[in-house]
Structure formats: C-alpha cells, structure tokens
C-alpha cells in the first residue's frame, strides 16, 4: 500500500494568469487515492496571479519570463524544460499557458504533455471559442482535455464535458460555466491519464 502512495506521478502546471485550472489540479491532487501530485507550477509571466495561489498551497513556483527571450522561442523553452527536469517532472499539463510551443517542446515531452481548450473540439480550435459557437447557433459548448502535439490544439482527445447554450448567451456566460466543467474535467482527465500510464 505504501508503495502505491509513494508512485504518484510528477506533474508540472504551467500557467500564464490566474490558474484556476491549476488550482483544481493542486485541490485533487490532496485526495489520498490521488495518482498524481503538482510538484511545479511554472509560469511565463512573473505578474501570473497563480502563482501566488500555488505558493499559499504549498506547491513550488517558478518564472522564466518569456520577454528577455525576445523572439527566440525555443531558447526560452529550453529554460523551461530545465526547470521541469529540475523538479523530475514526468507529465505536464498545461492549464492557460499562452504560448504557443515549438516542435522542439512538443517533441521533448512527446505523449506526455496535456492541455485543456475551452470547446468541443475538433470545434474551434485556437482563441476566441465562445464568441464562435454563439455565432454558430450551437446549442451546446464544453471543453476539452487532450494530448499537446505539434498541430495548435489537434492532439488526440482524452476526455470532454459539454455545456449546454442558454438563451442569451454572451461570450462572458458562456465561458464561465464552461470554466465551472473545465474544474471538474482536467482533474478527472488527468487522473485517468497518470493511471494509464506505464
């Protein structure tokens, strides 16, 4: 039994603002029968508000601020891929992270490497989701976890959570009960990803 306990996967969170996704993630991760455990949340932007939510949770931070990188991406992933490997990190989840990866990123965590987007997809991929599915007529909406690949929100789906569409409606309604399903999905998601895995 202790054994189990003691096997709990490694995963990093990597944010860029107010990490609420990350915050759900650190709250499962409390659960005894939890199969993983947040031992990093890294951010690109030192202002990120989530930090200061992960640090009240006992969970280390760090920043590697994308700006002095300039316009070299993949220089600047590098150092995030130190910190990562720094910490043992075994998955990472991305949970806000607004930046768009290189191949080189992608490559070094290939299979292990998840995200959570805010609609159906294959529906609407990249930014914008809820002022999209309104303009649609959908009648529903919802997010989805999945697996990062090279392509911007492409990877195969792990799991989803659909939010039906009210009448009247606004972007901003709209995404904050999808925000509600995204709580609930990724640790659940998640879960079921690290106990998948070999």
């Not at 939890?34 to 200061?52: K, Q, T």
């Not at 989803?160 to 009210?166: E, N, Y």
Request: with cysteine; aromatic share 4%.
């Amino acid at each position: 039994m202790p054994e189990t306990a003691n096997r709990r996967t490694r995963v990093a969170v990597l944010i860029s603002g107010t990490g609420s996704n990350m915050a759900a993630l650190v709250e499962a991760a409390r659960a005894p029968d939890c199969p993983f455990e947040v031992v990093l949340v890294l951010s690109n932007r030192p202002e990120a508000g989530g930090l200061a939510t992960a640090a009240a949770a006992g969970v280390r931070t760090a920043v590697v601020d994308h700006r002095p990188f300039g316009k070299d991406r993949e220089a600047h992933e590098r150092a995030v891929d130190a910190e990562l490997r720094e910490r043992d990190v075994e998955v990472v989840a991305l949970a806000g992270y607004m930046r768009l990866l290189t191949p080189w990123l992608v490559g070094r965590w290939v299979g292990r490497m998840l995200n959570i987007h805010p609609s159906l997809l294959p529906k609407y991929p990249g930014l914008d989701t809820h002022a999209r599915a309104l303009a649609a007529g959908d009648l529903e909406a919802g997010c989805t976890v999945h697996i990062v690949t090279e392509g911007v929100d492409e990877g195969p789906v792990l799991a989803q959570a659909r939010t039906p569409v009210r009448p009247g409606d606004t972007p901003d309604s709209l995404a904050a009960r999808v925000l509600e399903s995204e709580h609930a999905l990724y640790p659940r998601a998640l879960a079921d990803f690290c106990r998948a895995r070999p």
